[in-house]
């Protein structure tokens, strides 16, 4: 069965800083592209980052670009976001997701609120 938990989401003031962890279980985790993608109130899921493994290549979106950047250990089957200068406009719940040549997995989310 696939899992995927986020863990790391926070209050936090804007300029700051958080990581969130992601472990993935279930599958082969070097096979499926890895990504972060978050929604918050009253709008649709945004894709923020995601490595590809063809190739290793790496997506950002605008929004973000600069300012998160994505990783993961292998070894250990997580992924992580590292969020740099939060923006108000940041709040959002954050969720994990893996896909291959099929389905999109995702996680349960966790929230992370900037304030001002």
């Known amino acids: 069965e696939v899992q995927l938990a986020e863990s790391g989401g926070s209050l936090v003031q804007a300029g700051g800083s958080l990581r969130l962890s992601c472990a993935a279980s279930?599958?082969?985790?070097?096979?499926?592209?890895i990504g972060w993608f978050r929604q918050a109130p009253g709008k649709v899921r945004e894709a923020l980052a995601c490595i590809r493994r063809s190739g290793e290549s790496t997506y950002y979106s605008d929004s973000v670009k600069g300012r998160f950047t994505i990783s993961e250990d292998n070894a250990k089957d997580m992924v992580y976001l590292q969020m740099n200068s939060l923006k108000l406009e940041d709040t959002a719940v954050y969720y994990c997701t893996a896909a291959n040549w099929g389905p999109v997995y995702w996680g349960q989310g966790t929230q992370v609120t900037v304030s001002s």
């Open positions: 279930g599958f082969t985790f070097g096979d499926y592209n």
